[in-house]
């Protein structure tokens, strides 16, 4: 089945660490999307790619890096300079990068600072 | 800068009844999406009705219908015959065409449907 797969499903940081999120989708969709969740904030725009080898900042990208090498992978990777990173993390895509169509989410990833 | 406001944080409807969900955007574009998506506890992000500006029918999807008013940048969700599966967070989200397409989501309503 077609779909976005994010892992793992929980994840445990300790200080000064770095950890990587994975994001894999085999809908063949050109954009790709990284939210964060928090309690009271809704989703807020972490980074955003719209084709691969290319991306962009969002709203709260300090702290945090990403990279596009394939289409069908955004992995998001949470740095030690992102000092409250404990959030559920979503990514999403959608099919084209020109057209404004729903977004289609994976499972989440709820990262927690040990 | 696009914004988008849900100013009611948590609402509750009894079980069968109707309940309107409130959301403004602000925004200077004149074609825009909107859309509604629902979180269950599973955390699962899922869509629930889009409406395209330029549109003026307002979009419905079985008892879920919107009622959008492009002047006053407001986009209001109704849930009509409220079902126990209904109660989730639901968040109200802008998109554009013109160069970033970037998503744009409230802080979201929280909704308990009371038996």
């Known amino acids: 089945d077609g779909g976005i797969t994010q892992s793992p499903k929980y994840l445990f940081r300790k200080e000064g660490q770095n950890v990587t999120l994975s994001c894999e989708q085999n809908l063949n969709h050109d954009a790709m999307y990284w939210y964060r969740q928090d309690p009271g904030q809704g989703l807020r725009l972490i980074y955003y790619?719209?084709?691969?080898?290319?991306?962009q900042k969002g709203d709260i990208a300090e702290g945090y890096s990403v990279s596009r090498e394939k289409k069908e992978s955004f992995p998001l990777t949470v740095t030690s300079a992102q000092k409250n990173p404990t959030a559920f993390y979503l990514c999403?895509?959608?099919?084209?990068?020109?057209?404004?169509?729903?977004?289609?989410f994976g499972s989440g990833t709820q990262l927690s600072v040990l | 800068a696009q914004t988008v406001t849900q100013s009611q944080p948590e609402m509750s409807v009894q079980e069968a009844e109707t309940v309107t969900l409130s959301c403004t955007y602000d925004t200077s574009e004149s074609d825009y999406y909107l859309f509604w998506y629902k979180q269950p506890p599973s955390r699962q992000m899922i869509l629930v009705i889009r409406?395209?500006?330029?549109?003026?029918q307002n979009a419905t999807e079985n008892r879920f219908s919107v009622n959008f008013q492009k002047a006053a940048k407001s986009f209001s969700l109704k849930i009509s015959d409220s079902q126990l599966g209904d109660a989730a967070m639901y968040f109200c989200?802008?998109?554009?065409?013109?160069?970033?397409?970037?998503?744009?989501f409230g802080t979201g309503t929280r909704l308990k449907v009371l038996a």
């Open positions: 790619s719209q084709i691969v080898n290319d991306f």
């Open positions: 999403a895509s959608k099919p084209g990068r020109t057209k404004v169509e729903k977004l289609f």
């Open positions: 409406q395209e500006a330029y549109k003026q």
């Open positions: 989200a802008y998109s554009t065409f013109s160069g970033t397409y970037k998503y744009i």
